[in-house]
């Protein structure tokens, strides 16, 4: 049960150190997530790139991953002929650009973190002044590694004493710079602390499992300092009246002290929930309070399809409905964006590269292969046309309220 302070949404932890450089979203920008294993297994679970569509439908963002596992700012191996970071950042017309490095160079020490900042530096300077998509220079967002967790059943844990030091310059040059920084290295404490979230995110103490990403999505998001959104009902049955729903509105009710009906329509979709996930398993979960209901039990239910059940006391003091329709729609838009990522992969880092571009495209590979992946590329379009639409088509449901047996 939930006070009324709770009720609307639990807030996140804002910004871990300092004031930094807000995120500047504008109309059909391009976001690209570059760097090391951490930026490519986003593409996997599309959390971030999920939540960042929902919240703002009206600006037609699509994303690219160019993550490469173990990349590090001046060390990118490529096939031959591939090409290099700045002409895959300009093919894809990159605006917004994630970057995600220092992990790796942390393994490094210490004595080796001057030459990497400074090396980071350049490599920000140049994004920075750099016109990938015709409409004005790239405005890049740093993300600070996160740390390591021990390893259980008595494994040697990947902690080392060097990745915090690199954490704290990282997030230091992007506020001398004024570029927006995602600090996980600290953010991710304090978000756990916030939220009471005790799980591990990492199935390695490296790499993110599907419920880690959840929670390092949120983060990420507070960082930004872009919280959840309030998504709150509140109705009385006696007055037949309902309000404040924010993402949405109430089409009609028919509530009387025994219950009855609520026609909702959500405007906007809410961050898709993870059953796996502690804490607030569902950041934009539905908060509901329903007042001067007959004392005794009620059962909840979308369109037939059982919800949950609680008293009258329960209902007027607030509940949480973390699996409501928008919610099914956001984890279906969830599933489509991993499609669209898995075939971007696909054509972008495909196995058989090598006769795309490289040593044996000649003879026959300049011949098959560019309607190949110019068939790719018509999928990934598809795909986004289909996100666009999804994020902007309103969801309609009816939620029952019905009384038990006396």
């Not at 004005?136 to 740390?147: M, S």
């Not at 009385?236 to 028919?254: H, I, Y």
């Not at 046309?385 to 902007?392: L, P, S």
Request: glycine residues 8%; aromatic residues 8%; charged residues 20%.
């Amino acid at each position: 049960m939930l006070s009324a302070a709770v009720l609307a949404v639990t807030a996140l932890a804002g910004p871990s150190q300092g004031q930094s450089a807000q995120l500047n979203l504008q109309q059909n920008d391009r976001i690209v997530i570059v760097g090391n294993t951490f930026a490519e297994r986003m593409r996997h679970f599309g959390y971030f790139e999920t939540m960042l569509s929902a919240r703002h439908p009206e600006l037609g963002l699509t994303f690219r991953n160019l993550g490469w596992s173990a990349d590090e700012v001046d060390l990118q191996p490529r096939p031959m002929d591939f090409g290099n970071m700045d002409t895959h950042l300009a093919e894809q017309q990159a605006s917004v650009i994630f970057l995600s490095f220092g992990f790796n160079e942390s393994f490094k020490g210490e004595q080796a973190l001057e030459g990497f900042i400074n090396t980071y530096e350049d490599l920000l300077e140049r994004l920075s002044t750099t016109n990938f998509d015709g409409r004005g220079p790239a405005r890049p967002v740093v993300i600070a590694p996160l740390r390591t967790e021990p390893l259980p059943r008595g494994l040697a844990s990947p902690d080392h004493a060097a990745l915090g030091p690199y954490s704290a310059a990282i997030r230091e040059l992007a506020q001398q710079h004024e570029i927006p920084v995602v600090d996980l290295y600290e953010g991710i404490p304090a978000y756990r602390a916030a939220q009471g979230v005790e799980e591990r995110f990492t199935f390695n103490g490296i790499h993110v499992t599907e419920t880690g990403d959840y929670h390092v999505a949120w983060a990420m998001l507070a960082e930004l300092g872009l919280a959840p959104r309030p998504h709150a009902l509140i109705a009385n049955a006696s007055q037949n009246r309902a309000e404040n729903f924010f993402l949405g509105v109430v089409e009609d009710l028919a509530l009387t002290a025994e219950g009855g009906t609520l026609d909702l329509r959500w405007d906007r979709l809410p961050a898709p929930a993870n059953q796996e996930a502690t804490g607030a398993g569902s950041h934009e979960a539905l908060g509901i309070r329903v007042h001067d209901l007959t004392p005794g039990s009620y059962r909840l239910h979308w369109g037939g399809e059982y919800a949950s059940e609680h008293t009258a006391a329960e209902l007027a003091e607030g509940v949480h409905l973390a699996m409501t329709p928008a919610h099914a729609s956001a984890e279906a838009l969830r599933q489509v964006v991993i499609e669209k990522n898995t075939l971007f992969f696909d054509r972008w880092r495909a196995v058989n590269g090598y006769y795309i571009y490289g040593g044996r495209k000649q003879p026959f590979g300049v011949v098959s292969f560019p309607p190949e992946m110019n068939r790719f590329d018509e999928l990934v379009h598809s795909l986004e046309a289909d996100i666009r639409e999804r994020v902007n088509s309103p969801v309609r449901a009816t939620l029952t309220i019905e009384a038990l047996s006396r």
